[in-house]
């Protein structure tokens, strides 16, 4: 399984990112997709991760500015960012897991300036 992201970059506080993820390879069609992210110093973080079904779950930190989408038909997976905070500055890393496994992208800087 391979994940692809994109979407990252250098935004204001206050501005939006769309991060993306296509997934390739042996894909079931029940598993969860979502988004971690990473910072220098802390322990990785569950950003917000979804169902095949589409049942969301978000971290309270994200909760009313984040919102998580999949296209199952596309094998991806997306995470709308709004009202971001320098806080939110970090690595985000996509994940699958299916069947017990992990699989995870190569990881996107997303930087905000305040």
């Known amino acids: 399984v391979q994940l692809v992201e994109a979407g990252g970059g250098l935004v204001q506080a206050g501005g939006a990112l769309r991060l993306s993820c296509a997934a390739s390879g042996s894909l079931f069609s029940m598993n969860l997709m979502g988004w971690y992210r990473q910072t220098p110093g802390k322990p990785s973080e569950l950003v917000a991760d979804?169902?095949?079904?589409?049942?969301?779950n978000y971290a309270d930190s994200v909760k009313g500015r984040f919102t998580i989408s999949r296209d199952n038909a596309k094998n991806s997976v997306y995470l709308q960012m709004n009202s971001l905070k320098a806080e939110d500055t970090s690595v985000y890393y996509c994940?699958?897991?299916?069947?017990?496994?992990?699989?995870w992208g190569q990881g996107t800087q997303v930087t905000v300036s305040s």
């Open positions: 994940n699958i897991v299916q069947r017990g496994v992990y699989y």
């Open positions: 979804a169902t095949s079904g589409g049942a969301a």
